[in-house]
């Protein structure tokens, strides 16, 4: 019994061996080969399919011989790695297949039906169950999934934004601890504060929709915003046409040497989102910061 299962071990080994000399091992959480695109699938005509209609490396790659090349020795710097040049985002090339709206993921910040009650499989996201919302409550009573410092990363990047990391620190002076504490009363909002003093994400954030909690309170004060599915509002601004001028050397420079075609423009913003104070106009800053002539 033991020989036998030893000659199938050996007999697996072998042919593992043999398949990885064919083919390379793929990397985690690389594309499926090998199987037919679905109907919900569209491939452009440019991205190559197998013989019998199936994903292979040159669908998606324009590296010659690819399929035959070990993954660490794979340029992945080339033009030609992706098939139709550089992206200036991965999930750009995605939709060359994929239905982009599809495939959004949905804003668990929308709190509110049409009926103006609450999602509360929303509110489960970052809860271990609905609070009660009309009542005043403990962190500990919040029940969140994560402690309050980390909980905004299950779904968001630690630096979403400019100096969102810089941020998250215990400010350096005991003066501003005592501006927020002033302001906050003044403004009549809540800045919440870790165990350890420091700034969090929902010390300028508000995680939930305006109107979830009443707006009279604290806790609830925020930047109003109609269309919360629409976001963050930017318009055209005269002063673009001299921001572009002054990055435009360095931006061919970035574009030439990484292989992309980055554009972007100055723009300002209309509407904001998810903030306890308007941050457009320094208001939110100036809970924490004194800037002085």
Known sequence: MIDRILGVLILFSICTVIQAEDKPELPPFHHVVGVKPSKAIDVPEK??????????????????????TPVEKVDKDSADFLVGGSYRRITGFCYRCHDEEKN??????????????IKKENCTYCHE????????LKLTEL?????IEQVCYGCHLKDPHFNAVEHQ????????????????????????????????CVSCHTPHQYGVIDPEKPAGKQVLIEDLEQGIEYQEHPWDKVFSADKQARLNE?????KMQVKFSYQRIVQEALLRLPAKDGQLCLVCHDFKD
């Open 104 to 117: 959004q993921r949905e804003n668990i910040h929308v709190m509110l039906d049409e009926q103006g009650e």
């Open 47 to 68: 991205f190559k399919l197998g013989e019998e209609g199936e994903l292979i490396c040159a669908t998606c790659h324009g590296l010659k011989d690819i399929d035959k």
């Open 169 to 200: 620190v215990k400010p350096a002076e005991k003066e501003m601890l005592e501006r927020i504490e002033k302001h906050s009363k003044e403004q009549n909002i809540f800045v919440p504060l870790s165990d350890k003093q420091e700034v969090l």
């Open 254 to 258: 970035f574009n030439q040497q990484h």
């Open 143 to 147: 029940k969140l999934r994560l402690p």
């Open 129 to 136: 169950e609905v609070p009660d919302r009309d009542k005043k």
